[in-house]
């Protein structure tokens, strides 16, 4: 197979002008704009691309597309890339996969030696027993293990989902796709155009007849004038329920792949036919290729095939491949018609020369044979709908029986006829596509609750009128008088099958698994029905008898980085963090945000809050603005706690249960007028509050007047903690007293911080220290920070990160929701039971917390390892004495730079939480230690007397 660059086609889609240069197995190549990786390397003579699975053979180009199974490459560290279809790029690093030490030079070729004993099921059957031996067979399997090479610290590229629901989906843009599109779009419909290949047209794309190009230039100029939304490089994956698509974008500007979830009203399944290989003694040898790969390799790449073919033709796509390659000066030695009973039965030869060999024992040397022996029909997206493919002998393939009513199949799927016949099928189809999704537009309309008033009644579901697309008749070619390769994805030939047959199964679903036909990376669409066709003669049947396989989801290859879809976790950082970043912040994150851990020594930090005045950044606490005169119910509803008669300037804490009595959530809720509320949560319970509550609001007490704005990130918030906070507030806050009588612990007030008004701010204290907690509009933060730290510069004011708060919080014995609680912690365990007031009205937990009152349940204590500078590690278990039996654990530990010794909080059971009780605690290093339980949650000032200041 001699293959070389030709002069400008008419019809070829590379830039000449623009090369691109890549690297294949190391050796310096170049192609042009315009090429795939396949297209690039054969115009510069390469004729081997890959080597077969098991047998290791040399694999040259079949069909030249997505679907060819001999063209799978590595592109960098991007294993299994189908360099028929990829395009080229200037660096590409490319190179061959399954073979060592070279493609050219595949030791592991000699596997070829042993083909008659790697039957179908040899696995199955050799390594098996003895069972402990399975390792070994393992270790040594996966040395011929095929496909790339998976690089582990690949960097995390960016994939992206969407969501649409257009009126009309037309999976395949050839002519009748095309038509069909434009068709439902001039009936009003909403139309996406999806087309696998790299642009639209179809079989007219590497046509050179000049009726077939005049038409695409018409089609093409159409779509532009019209409102279709066009993708190409994309597939219609799955069909799922109700027209639910799956479809994968490829060429997105921004993500490798997209993944694009799209509700159709109806479908349109316009895919055209896919090529099927001839079955024969060394029909997977490099050189023997598809009417429509040298079609391809001619008009779209000016590649000419080889220089002395052999065509064997059952129908009019092998004829034009002779006038192509008779175009481009390739000699034809011989052309083989199949509808006359011509046949080709093997070749032999080189890798570089394919000699036919006649079924009378003609020979014709070559360096290339072309076989056009008939088309696969690619029915999955109908058999995914429900619709099983009915086989037609005359026509040598299966057509659609009877697909669901929003499900319409047009193209050669549907039938055959010239371009003309086809355009008005498409046609046809588009406008019986655009009135039935009418109809089922105005039904989910009008069902559908705060919907737009629909007009008019409901349009009546048209009736198929369409006049049906003829069948042309095409020989029966699936196998010669020898046997061949069925499945080159897999090295599964028609002896594998038959044999399998032999071995009992004789179904086609369980030889496919078997023997692992279809189950490569072509999946079936060049081999399912050659597969079938194996099974059918080895039983004696017909392939109507034998049926087909059934197509599932997906039916092109989906990365899992387009399933995942972008992070729905986006990092977030508050409005104050490049002040963090430029004075030595040391950050964490914290469920979705970047927060300061600390700047440098979270223990000086704590003492200087102690001491003198710290501010934290809190941005993440999860604010609610809650509004109406309903608001109290709610929080009665969603509270273990009373809040029915809380003040204007009050602010109270409350703790969240699940209705399984599990703590939820804590925080503070302030009134800030007569119907304005602020509900505080944990930085890491935002999101989920929100949705608490506004499910109880929406399907439970819909009636309710109460409106819910989320407004964690319209506000930065700054914690300002320590003996001097109330000097540093003084000087930059207007209109608000400040003195403690004035503005009392628990309580909320409204000011002017630093000229930026609309800040509100409550007095209270996670710190355990007087302290001020200040929400400003968010756009400020950064500035309300600055003018902090410039007016306590002589107050010792300096930055404290989340290590110091929870270091200082620990010390003040405040447990935190999902640190010293877990998923079956209920309310009282928290040792908060006086919170919780079962004599109120129903709300969430009740039930289960009031069942809970009356149980034996662990307990949080607060405790200090007796030897104060041994710190357990969190999670570490506290046991019984000398035994294992496990009594309880530590939750959060720290060193407490305040009282120069270890504390802690943990679990215990409900007999070890008073004051004096000791206990062991098992270390992750099989020490265990001693330590004491405390009267207090609080190791420090339990009293309480500082934070009230």
Not at 341 to 364: F, K, L, P, W, Y
Not at 463 to 473: F, I, K, Q, S, V
């Amino acid at each position: 197979m001699t293959m070389s660059r030709q002069g400008v086609q008419p019809n070829e889609v590379i830039d000449r002008s623009t090369k691109l240069r890549f690297r294949w197995n190391g050796k310096r190549f170049s192609g042009f704009e315009g090429d795939t990786i396949a297209s690039a390397l054969a115009a510069s003579g390469e004729h081997i691309f890959s080597r077969s699975m098991k047998y290791h053979r040399p694999r040259g180009i079949l069909t030249a597309d997505f679907w060819d199974p001999n063209l799978m490459v590595q592109v960098g560290d991007d294993p299994n890339v189908r360099a028929g279809h990829r395009r080229l790029e200037s660096g590409m690093d490319v190179r061959a996969q399954n073979a060592w030490p070279s493609l050219n030079r595949d030791l592991k070729a000699a596997n070829g030696l042993v083909g008659r004993f790697l039957t179908a099921g040899f696995y199955y059957k050799t390594f098996m027993r003895p069972q402990w031996l399975w390792p070994t067979y393992e270790r040594v399997l996966a040395t011929f293990a095929p496909g790339g090479k998976i690089d582990l610290d690949t960097p995390h590229a960016y994939h992206d989902k969407r969501y649409t629901h257009p009126d009309v989906v037309v999976a395949g843009a050839g002519p009748a796709g095309i038509e069909a599109a434009l068709a439902a779009s001039s009936e009003g419909a909403s139309v996406l155009l999806v087309e696998h290949e790299h642009a639209v047209g179809g079989h007219l794309r590497y046509s050179s007849d000049a009726g077939d190009q005049a038409a695409l230039t018409d089609l093409r100029a159409a779509l532009e004038a019209s409102d279709v939304e066009v993708l190409t490089d994309s597939t219609v994956t799955g069909r799922y329920e109700d027209n639910w698509l799956g479809i994968v974008q490829r060429n997105h500007p921004i993500a490798v792949e997209r993944l694009i979830k799209a509700r159709a009203k109806t479908l349109v399944v316009a895919p055209g036919l896919i090529e099927r290989p001839y079955v024969f003694e060394g029909n997977d040898r490099p050189g023997v290729i598809t009417p429509g790969a040298a079609r391809r390799l001619i008009n779209l790449w000016g590649i000419k095939p080889g220089e002395r073919a052999v065509v064997f033709s059952a129908n009019a796509e092998g004829d034009a491949a002779v006038a192509d390659l008779e175009r481009v000066g390739t000699e034809i030695a011989a052309v083989i018609d199949g509808r006359t009973g011509g046949s080709v039965s093997s070749t032999e030869g080189s890798s570089r020369a394919v000699e036919a060999v006649m079924a009378n024992g003609d020979r014709i040397e070559a360096d290339l044979l072309v076989v056009a022996a008939g088309w696969t029909a690619p029915t999955s997206l109908l058999n995914m709908a429900g619709d099983r493919p009915v086989y037609d002998p005359a026509a040598a393939r299966f057509f659609p029986s009877d697909p669901p009513s929003n499900v319409l199949a047009t193209g050669g799927l549907a039938g055959d006829g010239d371009l003309d016949r086809l355009r008005q099928h498409g046609a046809e189809t588009g406008r019986l596509a655009a009135s039935r999704a009418a109809a089922v537009r105005h039904r989910l309309q009008a069902r559908t609750a705060r919907a737009l008033a629909v007009e008019g009644d409901e349009p009546a579901w048209a009736p198929d009128e369409r006049t049906a697309l003829g069948r042309d008749p095409h020989p029966e070619l699936y196998r010669a008088d020898t046997h061949g390769m069925v499945d080159m994805s897999e090295d599964i030939s028609s002896k594998d099958l038959v044999a399998a047959a032999h071995e009992g199964y004789d179904s086609v679903e369980l030889a496919k698994r078997y023997t692992t036909a279809t189950m490569g990376p072509s999946q079936g669409k060049l081999e399912t029905v050659n597969t079938v066709a194996a099974i059918a003669e080895a039983r004696g049947e017909t392939i109507s008898q034998v049926g087909t396989t059934v197509w599932r989801p997906p039916y092109a290859p989906i990365t899992l980085g387009a399933l995942a879809g972008r992070m729905f976790e986006p990092v977030r950082v508050s409005s104050i963090h490049p002040w963090h970043e430029a004075n030595n912040v040391s950050v964490i994150q914290a469920g979705q945000w970047l927060r300061p851990d600390h700047y440098g020594d979270p223990q000086a930090e704590v003492r200087n809050v102690r001491e003198n005045v710290g501010l934290i950044d809190v941005t993440p606490l999860g604010k609610l603005d809650l509004r109406g005169p309903d608001v109290p119910k709610l929080l009665s509803l969603l509270y273990v706690n009373k809040w029915m008669k809380l003040g204007i300037g009050r602010v109270r804490y409350g703790m969240m249960c699940a209705e399984d009595g599990v703590v939820l959530d804590d925080g503070v809720t302030g009134r800030l007028g007569e119907d304005h509320y602020m509900m505080s949560t944990t930085s890491s319970g935002a999101g989920g509050v929100w949705e608490w509550v506004e499910n109880w609001l929406q399907t439970e007490r819909p009636d309710w007047q109460v409106h819910v704005t989320p407004v964690t990130t319209a506000y930065a918030s700054i914690n300002v903690a320590g003996p001097k906070s109330r000097e540093l507030m003084s000087r930059v806050c207007e209109g608000v007293d400040l003195d403690a009588e004035a503005f009392p612990y628990m309580t909320v007030r409204q000011a002017t911080v630093a000229g930026v008004e609309g800040c509100f701010m409550w007095r209270i204290g996670f710190t355990g220290e007087l302290s001020f907690e200040l929400h400003v509009p968010a756009g400020h933060g950064c500035g309300v920070w600055e003018a902090l730290m410039d007016a306590g510069s002589d107050l010792g004011v300096g930055p404290f990160g989340l290590e110091g708060q929870r270091i200082m919080r620990l010390e003040k014995g405040h447990f935190i929701v999902g640190q010293d609680t877990d998923g079956l912690t209920l309310g009282p365990s928290t040792g908060l039971g006086s919170l919780i007031k079962l004599d109120k009205d129903d709300f969430a937990g009740k039930p289960e917390l009031a069942w809970a009152a009356d149980r034996s349940l662990p307990l949080i204590v607060a405790i200090q390892p007796d030897d104060p500078d041994v710190v357990p590690e969190e999670a570490a278990q506290i046991v019984r004495g000398d035994t294992n039996e496990i009594l309880g654990r530590i939750t959060s530990s720290r060193y407490s730079p305040t009282l120069s010794r270890s504390i802690c909080l943990g679990q215990v059971e409900p007999d070890l939480a008073a004051g004096g009780t000791k206990l062991t605690v098992l270390l992750e290093s099989g020490e265990r230690i001693s330590a004491t339980v405390i009267d207090h949650h609080a190791h420090f000032d339990p009293a309480g007397e500082r934070l009230r200041g």
